[in-house]
């Protein structure tokens, strides 16, 4: 890709998007973003600022589990180190340091003799005893190394190097990494150097100082460069743009280098955002616990399904986040991102997208493509049959929207045939049906046509006045569904005539920033229709993608009403086609029961917010299986004695420890539990945090994990 020059909504290289009024290439990464119109702060979510990009770069990332925030990640151990308790830590050390004072003070008053003075009267001379200072000197010196060793022995006996770590040595500052080498130095661009660029690799380097170059420059241009890699005859233009524009180099489309906003914590060399923290519970795998939670393209290529009430957060600390993400990503020439929303949710600035679609609304600039770019009767008919019958097609005959997109294949391929395009809305409800002037003048056009398809599309048409004349003519219902779309609010939209811009999801191969705002407030169910064609129009995008080295991502602010059969079977296929999607829910009621199996094993990744219901924690329960546990039944048995001695020391230690003198006796079990109940899940999960388990495109998977997403 040049770094000049923008793509239309269809992906040609001449129309130009509207770019927006983004921050000027010359602001630093390190400039915190001013707050923007329509989304407002909130707790947690707080605008952040862009990191240095020297210090990032030098921040290790290492390798870890899927879905850990690998920025300065340190690994933990696998197991729960068995820890003393505080008080009877505490008391042991006491004690142990009263016994070895006691020794001590036993031994240099000579009341257990004086044998422990022979290795110093053996190993010295005879002529250091005549010599009163040499003799005090060495005796002191050997009165230091006995000292010293029983106090260093009673020491570890009362585990005093436990408690300094634990409560000392925590609080000590972390221990900063030297700085790398300068041949290792990423801020310095090695790989360039070893190439041969010293030019390119200087100029970038400079401008990383300088702070001219933020964290997207640096994902863009390490993307170009790994394309260089693939295709070596690019390494002259890319050396050539580098030299020419440096830290802007190979620049999005759009022009723009940043967002106006960013809400969330990001790593752009990753290519992960951070959603969150697990939490230190029991439930979670003590390796997980304490640590960053992080999405990426590689876990969201298995599509996400998150699940909560209204007001559990899942726009504020997941859709957002992962949008933000997906724009950051799409302006380093990464991905490609279409995010469907109701119309002033506030999910993102309209300054963070290349286009905003407001669909009923007037002052949108761009049109949505009805058929999604379509050039075949029958594919633009099946994914037009999704949108308007797949919630309905379970009670539809043979359980499919099949005869639905057979119904409109025999009417828009005929009138397509006439007019070298499809229908819009009012001419395709008018032929659904069946007025006798719409379908008597399509009738005669292709009778007195000369095009050699005219006679096949002519037996499409015979074929579906037939079917009309049946009384379970699916027609009727088509007619019935496409009338929401036939609203005065939607006059000037769904044009097929060539007029106004429209956008096509065909143009997900380029790395693109779309909004689709849904009028839910006065159309509810016309918002319905449109969120079902967008899904089946971007898996269809996403599935016939000739290039699919940017990675394609569709969000659903709310996907109510919109799984169905054919888009969860589209939506399995997506992992080996570099996309996914992100579905957000209220409840699994907003999805056909028989589909709600399905739909959770089709993703990959699940997430069920506080506040789920328990029939739907069922469902997650169900999903996520059960784990083998070892138990351990203790039974205690205090012991009672009536010797006196016997009976001050169980006093004693009753007064160090906390606790009577007992017998236990220890039953150790291993046993199935499932590893989140829907009890747990309806009523253990904190306000503000979520469960949330991960698999990757590759087959690797984290267990389901108590995640905090306020931190």
Known sequence: MDSEGTFDARGARSDPVPRPAGPPPSVPPSVPPAAAPGIPALPGHAPTTRPAVVDWLRTPRPAADPGIWRLGHRARPDEEPELVPARRLFAGAVIALLSGWLLWSLLWNGYLGRYWIWPLLVLTPDSWRSDPPTWAT?????????????????????????????????????????????EADPADWPDLRTAGLTDAAKSLAEATRAGLLGDVDYARIRRAWQGVHARPERLAAFTDTVRKHGAAACAHPSGVRDLPLRTATHDLAT????????????????????????????????????????????????????????????????????????????????????????????????????????????????????????DLAATLPGGDSRRAATALAQLIGPYQCVHGHFPTVPEL??????????????????????????????????????????????????????????????????????????????????????????????????????????????????????????????????????????????????????????LALRTLEDVPEPLRGPLLGAVGCRMAFAGLAPWDGGRFAETWGTEWVQTRDVTNRQIISDEPVTKALHIMRRLVTGKAATSEAITVREVERARWSASDLAHAVPAGHAVLSLTTVRGEHAPPLLVDLRT
Request: aromatic share 6%; charged share 25%; net charge neutral.
């Open 271 to 390: 290519a992960q955002v951070k959603i969150g923290t697990a939490v230190d519970d029991v439930r979670n795998p003590y390796p997980r616990r304490t640590t960053g939670v992080a999405l990426e393209p590689a876990l969201l290529g298995t599509s996400l399904l998150a699940v909560g009430p209204s007001g559990s957060g899942k726009s504020v600390r997941l859709v957002r986040p992962v949008v933000e993400s997906m724009c950051l990503l799409a302006l380093a020439n990464r991905a490609a991102v279409v995010a469907v929303t109701a119309y002033g949710t506030g999910l993102a600035p309209d300054d963070a997208f290349d286009l905003v679609i407001a669909v009923g609304r007037p002052d949108s600039t761009h049109d949505l493509d009805l058929y999604g770019g379509a050039d075949d009767p029958d594919e633009a008919a099946r994914m037009l049959a999704e949108a308007l019958v797949g």
């Open 138 to 182: 060495a005796s002191y010196i050997y009165y230091a190394i006995v000292g010293g060793g029983l106090l260093v022995f009673f020491a570890r006996i009362g585990h005093v190097p436990e408690i300094w770590n634990r409560y000392v040595r925590r609080a000590d500052k972390p221990v900063t990494a030297p700085p790398p080498r300068p």
């Open 429 to 582: 409800r008018e032929l659904l049906g069946g007025a006798p002037a719409a379908v008597g003048a399509l009738r005669t056009a292709l009778e007195t046509g000369t095009d050699p398809g005219a006679a096949a599309q002519l037996r499409e048409l015979d074929a579906r006045e037939r079917q009309s004349a049946r009384a379970d003519d699916i027609g009727v219902l088509l007619a019935e569904r496409i009338a929401f779309l036939d609203r005065p609010a939607f006059a000037h939209f769904f044009r097929t005539d060539g007029g106004g811009r429209q956008f096509s999801l065909r143009a997900i191969e380029h790395p693109l920033r779309v909004r689709v705002d849904l009028p839910e407030r006065g159309h509810a169910e016309a918002s319905r229709i449109v969120a079902r064609l967008v899904l089946a129009q971007f898996t269809e995008a996403a599935l016939s993608r000739s290039d699919r080295s940017l990675f394609a991502c569709l969000v659903l602010d709310d996907a109510t009403y919109t799984v169905t059969a054919d888009s969860v079977r589209s939506v399995q296929r997506l992992r080996s086609a570099n996309a996914g999607v992100v």
